[in-house]
């Protein structure tokens, strides 16, 4: 069963993160056989420099006929004046809304190797494993009515609308619900069910979702909260559900509770558990063609790729077993280098991880 | 010149903190003779059981004819099962938007005398002071349209409306150029403006105001990577200006890094400086009726308030310094504790700032 894979490198550091990743995966293809095609295409400010748009049509297609995607990431100042609706962001949002990949895995896991680069007590986060589900599709990011309008005074008014259906809560509700069986069997729903009334739904669907999942400790919590216990107790904590605003600010927080942001890889899902992978981390356009970059996320997220959507755990747990082992090695990029480790550049990483295979 | 303060105990913990608060102003009232005079209603939880509403028509005219008001807290689990509309958040959020309350100002200070109560490393957080400017009358909080309506499918949508205009931007963003002037001159930001088309508008009125402040050096930042980066290092920031949304969570979680957000005041100012002061902190139901609440934040408040409500520099200042006493003399409630420290209770605390006025 022959299986396509989509390559977007995108912008900043994406295509040299990207393309240790793919030596990784071309290398297990062969391993295990696993019938792997590789594709690539533009998206993001690449695509807008060739094309003069962030998700070209042809991408598009490609994405719609990939079993899985791959992406690095997409951004960076040379495209930030531009207007809202052709930034490089816009192509990541349509690919994700095209596409329906309404479930984010977000994990935050502190490597033991690597527990000293954490800006937090060592027992604070030692053994830190959290699993964030992202609704991605849905709530601000793509709520109408939006824009800028003249009021009658004559001054404008931004606004945005921040909705969800009951259908598009239960729908992330139960893949929370499901990782959580899957893990600690702990799931926190984040909302702001005090003062918001699109997340007094979304309360009252996860309570619903409760009496199918009854094996589950279900908790609320007030997204203010959640913010300062990831800081104070993260590991308290096991599957956190929320939308895709609160979503985005608590995921990317509790990453950096690791301090390597760098090694964190994530999964965006739809319902056929199609996917597209990419690193937590963005473009970071300051170190882009240097060579330095941690291609280890992107690695990483190449094995959440064959877990999710290609069925191909054995495969799956071989990069990550590969992973583990250089770093035991000692080899750091720069952004994980402490006085103890080996510093290595981006390729040196990934052809350590590919001897490691 | 006879100034009036209205004392709002609420709820949980908000009449012991309170209490003490109170007599710290009586002290120095007479101390300083500033002719204060006090008066005390209800809001919140504690106003529903009474009246059966958490903003009675009598609080909210106590409050417009008041200089300043001090509150405690308002919510707990045991009104949380009533709509939206009547429960003891709906006081508070009330007051604010009735009094005009926009400028919120949330300090995040680490005491040197607590610097082990935080979970971050001490290199990351000692000598911490951090000034979150949050707007308090806008933003998604206060948008129109919001509800839970029927869709045509028959199910259920719930939404709400993340709006603002120039103006309510402009005179948040003046209060935060002014105070990063008073302090060190740095400026961020907060926004989602490669998102959200009314943060797009956010930061082009704060760019815009820019010019009228040439001494502060004003920079911009995705909430999300702010939410990292107050957790990486927090030290970068100086002044950080945002909307309510933004500002609720990226407040609690910077007052969380100090590891004591039992002793953080507030303060929420409208445009004559007229002001509600409030602990960070909540109504901690928990732990309320037992006498081991501290009492620091809300008297911390009252030295806010004599500083930016009644213009009493020095009488603010006494109270700051007596409390930083109180500190060094080891007096530690339990939410403070530590190894070396010498447990108190909320009135023994209170008793001890007395003392060292
Ligand atoms: C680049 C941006 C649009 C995106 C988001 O906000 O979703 C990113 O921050 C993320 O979390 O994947
Ligand atoms: C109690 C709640 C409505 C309030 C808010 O969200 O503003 C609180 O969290 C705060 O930050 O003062």
Redesign the interface.
Known sequence: MSRSILMLPGDGIGPEIVAEAEKVLRKINEQFGLELHFESALVGGAAIDETDTPLPEDTLDKARKADAILLGAV?GPKWDKRP?AS?P?KGL?GLRSNLELFANLRPAILYPQLASAS???PE?VSGLDIMIVRELTGG??F?QP???RE?ESG?????????????EIRRIGRVAFEAAQQRGKKLCSVD?A?????????REIMEDLRREYPDVELSHMY???A???????PKQFDVIVTGN??G??????A???T?S?GMLPSASLNSEKQGMYEPCHGSAPDIAGKGIANPLATILSGAMMLRYSLGEEKAAEAIEAAVSKVLDQGLRTADIMSSEGRKVSTREMGDAVLAAL
């Open positions: 951004g809202m930034r962001e949002l800006s937090l007590k604070v601000i990011y709520g939006r824009g800028v009021l001054e404008r008014q931004g606004y945005n609308t921040y909705a969800y259906t009951e259908s702001k005090n003062v918001l009334e699109v997340t007094v739904l979304w997204v203010d909260n913010a300062m216990q990831l800081v104070r107790a605003m609160f985005d600010i608590l995921s990317d927080e990453a950096m509770l301090g942001i």
